[in-house]
């Protein structure tokens, strides 16, 4: 760790004014504009560039914060006064589910995704992030996801079982409409576009570093989210598989959780919590990434204990999975595990507190500058503190017992995930205004909004521990007088008005900067980061030319570069050739690997979510057979929207005889970012299919009625004979990949095809158990497993077959072979998940309960 102060002056000059580009700068811009501009008017809505992408994540975000906090403050108001009769018991309860449900995930994950793919591939110095077409469709399936699921209040059909959605409450028997069903498509729709999102940037951060960033010269902010995005793509697959098979239980009446049946309620709280509580660091590290950024910034020194931080927040990744049943305490877990974590929820402390002391020996060894954001980095700094103390407190078990179900814990967790991660949103907020609008913030209307909000803050939920400290339960809608509860509640609803004012406030204050704020200079700041020299606001190409980096302060070390970059003294300085690139690197050393070439605008991932949303709409009425087409319609554009990949015309548009020495496009190797992207889809994919197993053996060993036959309905070896041939077809695309490798591409297409029939039979054999194998899923969980079980193989057999046959005729096509081959090797990675899932499940469903009979 350097030691070194940075000179920056004590308040920055907002008034200066930039170098005006040179001649050349300019015809450059002009060249770079042409093949990477956004159209204008409703050609908008065909957009890919990360930049405007990330803007409407940020917008759309915004607008659900302010709907949530809106029921919020509809809550506080009928509880401020006993007996209040302002809302009835059943809009309190759609109420509050709403209101945590938005927070959670139309708000907080969504828009600190948005916040990291506007600023990611700035820091790293690329032009865009690896998989422009995905970012636009995760932005429309979180769009219309969030309005499917906000519609719901407009019909008074808001789901009403709470934002977590436990059984039996949200089950048929007491949910029998469809307010639940919102909830559980409604999510899972979203989640397309957080797990999407998870995936792309983990890729971006690894793959398209600037030459020469290794991966112990990243910004904090992206180590932050390559933490954060690997916890969402093996944190949010539990949740998905939940309400999947919640949604099957209450549409096609299938046993998970009903303990009649063989299932288990408390299942789903698995399920949910080992989502939930990793979800907790989720929002809170990519919020103490904007902090470590900040900190440094107007401390005018580098941050303190730089590597100390970097495995703190690796740390927080891994301890934060062990903590799940920190939530579930009162439910009648055995004492040896309630021991286990609680002692692991104490522990998570440990790395936190380090990057706690990290950010105040920082500010304690600088020279720190009390602008506008940092006064929202003191509030969380104060916030969070105080709320990881609470949590402290709730890891002892006996106390959580006598708090648990009362608003301790509402204030608890407002006090983690509100305070820990709003203080910071807005803190980056003002401190990346200057980039997203080229216009300082007003300081003292800033000043006023952040007093109000922390005052009001504090004053709504420091009150509410007493609260619940008083006994006063959670998700009660009235409270009769004289109970003690009548004053706190009274000051804790004021309060929330005081801290209502504040945002609005705030709101304000960003909305006139944008007309009335002063011209920003290029870096206003004083900043070290790489995403101040781009411009402000920057070009849809962020840099004209891609400059080498070995430091974790360029603009410190290198104040030049914001000219040189504009002037293409450094690699790619051209866009004559038509197409849109950025440098590969190596994911450790950052060394150049090759040249990605991204695609352009396109009206795929609109048409994509379009249907998808139609999809979740026909499934919430319960029109299955217009499900069905639809879903046919939208894997039909899915599949059209790959097509145009790799060594397609119009991915990979004019000649490549212009790239840095030794530097190929990527579809001319076997390690494009494509590659890393299906890898991480497949660790999702596991993670999804690990949460399956894991609730065969919880039900198998746990569930008071589970009723497994005394022969199981698939036999022993049908399932081995699926997976042997699934094994067969694996070796044969695995055969024609090492074949391009060698530099050979006889027969490619007949392997393919060969494959392609593999992968046909060991549907039609999953079809024959289906249809033949005595499976009773409405009766029974154990069959309700199974079921499912074929079903997920046969989805991936099905899709194995289908790009294997692609495959096939792009090499008749022209787009794949010895001059294009890393698209067989994309495919060989799903192929060796298909046929592992299908060995595991016959290992797991069939041969191991055969063994556990026998032992018996």
């Known amino acids: 760790m350097t030691s070194k102060t940075i000179p920056v002056i004590a308040a920055p000059d907002t008034t200066a004014v930039e170098h005006a580009p040179s001649a050349d700068a300019q015809a450059l811009h002009a060249e770079f504009e042409a093949v990477w501009g956004n159209p204008k008017g409703w050609r908008a809505l065909s957009i890919v560039n990360h930049s405007s992408i990330a803007l409407r994540f940020l917008l759309t975000g915004g607008v659900f914060f302010l709907l949530a906090g809106l029921l919020g403050m509809l809550l506080r108001a009928q509880l401020a006064r006993p007996g209040q009769t302002f809302m009835g018991a059943d809009a309190y309860n759609q109420a509050f589910t709403m209101h945590g449900t938005m927070m959670m995930f139309l708000f907080a994950v969504p828009i600190l995704q948005g916040l990291a793919a506007y600023l990611l591939p700035k820091m790293l110095g690329a032009r865009d992030l690896v998989f422009p077409r995905l970012s636009a469709f995760g932005y429309w399936c979180y769009l219309f996801g969030g309005i499917i699921f906000t519609s719901s209040l407009l019909f008074g059909l ?46 971006s951060i690894l793959r398209t570093r600037a030459a020469g960033m290794a991966l112990h010269q990243m910004p904090i902010f992206a180590w932050v989210m390559l933490v954060t995005s690997m916890m969402i793509i093996t944190g949010f697959p539990p949740l998905i598989l939940g309400s999947i098979l919640l949604e099957l239980e209450r549409a096609a009446g299938w046993a998970f959780f009903d303990p009649t049946r063989g299932g288990d309620a408390v299942l789903w709280q698995h399920l949910f919590w080992l989502f939930g509580h990793p979800e907790v660091y989720i929002i809170f590290l990519p919020a103490a990434g904007v902090v470590s950024t900040i900190i440094p910034v107007f401390a005018r020194r ?269 690699a790619l300085p051209t866009a004559r050739h038509g197409r849109r690139e950025t440098l590969g690197s190596d994911p450790v050393t950052g060394r150049p690997r090759e040249v990605i070439h991204l695609p352009g605008n396109s009206w795929w991932p609109l048409a994509a979510g379009l249907l998808l949303a139609v999809l979740c709409i026909f499934l919430l009425l319960k029109v299955y057979a217009g499900a069905i087409i639809v879903a046919l319609a939208a894997v039909a554009v899915l599949l059209r929207w790959s097509w145009e990949n790799g060594a397609h015309p119009k991915a990979a548009a004019g000649e490549a005889h212009d790239l840095p020495d030794g530097l190929k496009l990527h579809s001319r190797t076997f390690d494009g970012p494509g590659l890393w992207g299906m890898g991480l889809t497949l660790l999702a994919d596991a993670a999804l299919f690990t949460s399956l197993l894991f609730g065969w053996l919880y039900l198998w060993t746990v569930a008071p009625h589970w009723q497994p036959p005394e022969q199981s309905p698939l036999g022993v070896w049908p399932l081995a004979a699926v997976a042997g041939v699934l094994a067969v077809g694996l070796l044969c695309i695995q055969r024609a990949v090492n074949g391009l490798r060698a530099a050979r591409s006889e027969g490619l297409a007949l392997q393919l095809l060969v494959a392609a029939a593999c992968g046909a039979l060991g549907c039609a054999g999953l079809i024959m158990l289906l249809v033949l194998a005595p499976l009773q899923p409405s009766q029974l969980a154990h069959d309700a497993v199974l079921t499912f079980t074929l079903y997920y193989l046969l989805l991936h057999a099905a899709l194995a077959t289908v790009l294997t046959v692609l495959q096939a005729w792009r090499v008749q096509r022209g787009y794949v072979g010895l001059h294009a081959p890393y698209e067989p090797a994309v495919v060989a990675l799903w192929w060796r998940f298909t046929a592992g899932a299908a060995a595991v499940a016959w290992l797991v469903m069939a041969l191991m309960p055969l063994a556990f009979r026998a032992g018996v």
């Open 158 to 203: 808001a789901p009403d079982a709470g934002w977590f959605m436990y059984t039996p409450l949200s089950s048929n028997a007491y949910s029998p409409g469809i307010n639940s069903d919102f909830w559980l498509l409604g999510v899972t729709f979203v989640e397309i576009s957080t797990m999407a999102a998870g995936i792309e940037i983990a890729v």
């Open 302 to 570: 580098p941050l303190v204990g730089y590597r100390w931080v970097v495995i703190s927040l690796v740390s927080i990744g891994f301890i934060s999975f062990g903590l799940w049943v920190h939530h579930m305490f009162a439910v009648g877990i055995p004492a040896m595990a309630l021991a286990f974590f609680s002692l692991a929820s104490m522990l998570v402390a440990i790395p936190t507190g380090v990057q706690v002391f990290a950010w105040i020996a920082t500010l304690w060894t600088g020279r720190p500058v009390w602008s506008v954001p940092m006064l929202w980095v003191g509030g969380f700094l104060f916030i969070f503190v105080a709320g990881g103390l609470t949590g402290v407190m709730l890891a002892f078990v006996p106390f959580d017992w006598q708090v648990h179900d009362t608003h301790f814990v509402v204030a608890h967790f407002h006090y983690v995930l509100i305070g820990g991660m709003l203080f910071p949103l807005v803190a980056g907020v003002y401190y990346w205004l200057p980039h997203f609008s080229g216009r300082m913030p007003f300081e003292r209307l800033s000043k006023v909004g952040f007093w109000l909000s922390f005052i009001g803050f504090n004053g709504t939920f420091l009150v509410m521990h007493w609260t619940g400290l008083m006994g006063m339960p959670r998700r009660v809608y009235t409270y009769e007088p004289g109970m003690g509860w009548d004053l706190p509640n009274l000051i804790s609803s004021i309060f929330s008005f005081v801290m209502a004012f504040g945002v609005a406030t705030v709101i304000l204050d960003v909305a006139l900067h944008f007309r009335l704020g002063r011209r920003a200079p290029l870096n206003p700041w004083g900043a070290d980061t790489l995403e101040w020299a781009t411009g402000t606001p920057p070009r849809s190409y962020n840099f004209a030319s891609q400059p080498p980096l070995s430091t974790r302060h360029p603009l410190w070390d290198h104040p030049e570069l914001p000219h040189t970059i504009a002037e293409g003294q450094h």
